[in-house]
């Protein structure tokens, strides 16, 4: 028997199965703002240098009488080769210099300038504070911006690779519960933070914790699901995350203080960390872990919950449901003796490229919504709302599709959204190409947390998956420098991301298999010795021997390449 066809005595898509998707993704729409929420936070107004011809009441008492705001603004501030006002220096005045009525007739070019050495004046009219604003991140200082989103995504890079492992060694709830602590309080220490050292710090943790949940409660749902039911349940988690990016552009338009606004999405977290208490373990994590009491246990209680009858379930019935390779192979693997097994070693790292693309193109598109406009609420809410509909279109192609089939087209198709938007100056038409790009993206992010899960065997998947998702963080940290290029070379960044998503298409292509109505794998055996759970039921006797010798064979290949590694 195997892991699928035991869901169902205890109930593969009762109650207990719908209280906990829905528990995870309500938080998941909290948890959906933290992605983005920077966009909002650290939006960089329209600015200019505060000057005393302008902005200091007692200098004013000195100024003609005949001179307007847009004169004194001409003798104050000096235009860019645009024809716009420079934000980051001014015409210097000698202090106690009036300025008199012929001052009109000088030479502008002839004054002298100065950095604005006392500080800015910001636009408040569409965000009347952020961290931009509060701790002047402009001019000299405008890559911390960049620096704070890095960091924050080094933290989620950071979580992916502990909280892979402590999932794996420890269990998919030890590690969802302390997240969500954890995460609550960093999230919420962010809006009390002193200091934009204390506000990195903070964030950093913010994305450690962020891993964790995502790692624990996404893996915990995802072995409690059934190969009918699994991609459902993966897209409407990420679903969840797109609510919190459209919840948040609508929080926008009430809260337009930084400190406010991170409040707001942070409180409710808390209460998340306690509904996180009643969730069982995985009982597929449990058996692989040779738990077969615990398993029991808790295959029980949501028999119960389920209203399934509680003698359906034996101790026998969970040990023949993984086969004598699981008590004859290791239950404990480490990174390094990945590399042992050809076929899990190359899907690991094809998953591991796909995340990379994947997390530098999102991050690198997503995060840099104010160069297609400066209405950021709007472009927010459109970002938010596109994307729960591009990932709710997913499931329907993905019935229809092979998983494969839609990672190659969301790949390919941005790659050649962003090649073109590179040609095409700053308007409409280069934001529509920018929008449709991110959604393509949002597609394969929706498709691929199903695909890369199928891919992998459930002892070593959440090791796998840590590892490829510490590789996409890589992606995400590097995707503000890469924007930072601009200011060098404009077209630079498309370019890049465009080839990063045409080689990705291509390597999922050809180097990784279709996944559509298949079993997940529970043992690397299943994957190194070419079959799955189903492929393993014969159809008559002749066959069966021969099934029963080749696993066996394949069995002892995998013990005595384990048994070299230790």
Known sequence: MAFEDLLPLVGHKGRFQILQALSLAVALIFLGTHFLIENITAFVPEHRCWTPLLDNTSALLNVSGNLNFSSLLKFSIPLDSNGKLEKCCRFFWPQGQPLLANVTGQNLSQLEMEPCVDGWVYDQSTITSSIVTEWDLVCDSWTLTSLSQSLFLAGILMGYLIGGYLSDRFGRKRTLSPSFFTLAVSSTGVAFAPSFQVYCCCRFLLGFSISGVLLGGGSLIMEWSTTQHRHLVAIMLSMSISLGHLFLGFLTYGIKDWRKLQLVVSVPLFAFFLITWWLPESPRWLIVHNKYNDALKVLRKVSK?????????????????????????????????????????????????????????????????????HNIQMLQVILGASNFLSRFGTLFIMNC????????????????????????????????????????????????????????????????????????????MLAPMINMLKHNIPAMPQIIFAIMAITSSLIVFFFLPETKNKPMPDTIQDLECGHSREEARPRDEGETLVKINQSEDCSRRLIENKTTVV
């Open 305 to 373: 919950i389920n209203g399934v009858k509680e003698q359906s379930v034996t101790a026998e019935a969970l040990r023949s449901t993984m086969g004598k390779e699981v008590d004859a192979a290791p239950s404990s693997y480490t990174i390094l003796d990945l590399v042992r097994f050809p076929i899990l070693c190359k899907r690991t790292l094809c998953v591991s490229f796909k995340r990379f693309s994947i997390g530098m193109l999102f991050y690198g598109l997503s995060l840099d919504l104010q160069n297609l406009g």
């Open 401 to 476: 599709l092979g998983r494969r089939t839609i990672v190659v087209a969301s790949f390919l198709l941005p790659g050649l959204f962003i090649l073109s938007s590179t040609f095409l100056p700053q308007g409409i038409l280069h934001a529509v190409l920018a929008m449709l790009a991110i959604n393509c993206i949002v597609v394969c992010i929706s498709c691929d947390n199903v695909y890369s899960v199928e891919l992998l065997p459930t002892v070593v998947r959440n090791k796998c998956m840590g590892l490829s998702l510490t590789i996409d963080r890589l992606g995400a």
